[in-house]
């Protein structure tokens, strides 16, 4: 499996416009900030076509079915590619709208062919990122370190696939979402960002390093 260093970065945060009070976020383990949709249907539509189409529907797929969102047809998600030229990412998500308590009402994910479409990348890599934008669009953030094999990993390429942890999170941040309370507001395991901060978020140990959030 490769490991290859990526440079698939994140954004959005200065295209929407919203107050907030850090203290009294309460944030799922991988939560992109407090990003969350206000249920589980979502529509998702591709605005590449041919090979790009394909990629961003068949990992948008993949979420819907192997998580409790259901991205069905539709523009509240868009998935696009195009040659965006030597802008530093590979993929990029944003907000594009957003509602009360962090409630995204928008999304995008960009592939940058620019990079992909040449030798460097093969199509896990561009699974991969597909896999990553369309999940920060669902209000995942990045998953870090060589052990984390899932498509949120910003740091190593080759996981076309997102993980349970990433499914947990969806679940626990969306509402009406597989029993999550949702939101930011959701107690749950979510709270505190990393187990280094002493704090078990899942409970199943932080000390020994089994906890996802350690890596
Ligand atoms: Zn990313």
Sequence with gaps: MKRRTAIVL???????SFAVTTATLVRASNQWYCWHWPGPSVGFGSAASGYWSNILNSEANQWSSGTCMNLG??????????????????????????????TIVRAEALMNQSYLDGPSYDETDDRHVACQEIGHTIGLDHRKGPNSQTCMNDQFLGFPDFDQHDADTVAAITPGCGGGGGGCANGGENGRKKCTD?????????????????Q
């Design 10 to 16: 994140l954004t959005g945060l200065m295209v929407v």
């Design 73 to 102: 047809g539709g523009s509240d998600i868009t998935g696009d590619a195009d040659f965006y030229g030597g802008t530093g990412w590979l993929g990029l998500a944003r907000i594009l709208e957003s509602g009360p308590d962090c």
């Design 198 to 214: 002493g704090i078990d978020n899942d409970g199943d140990g932080c000390t020994d390093g089994a906890d996802p959030d350690c």
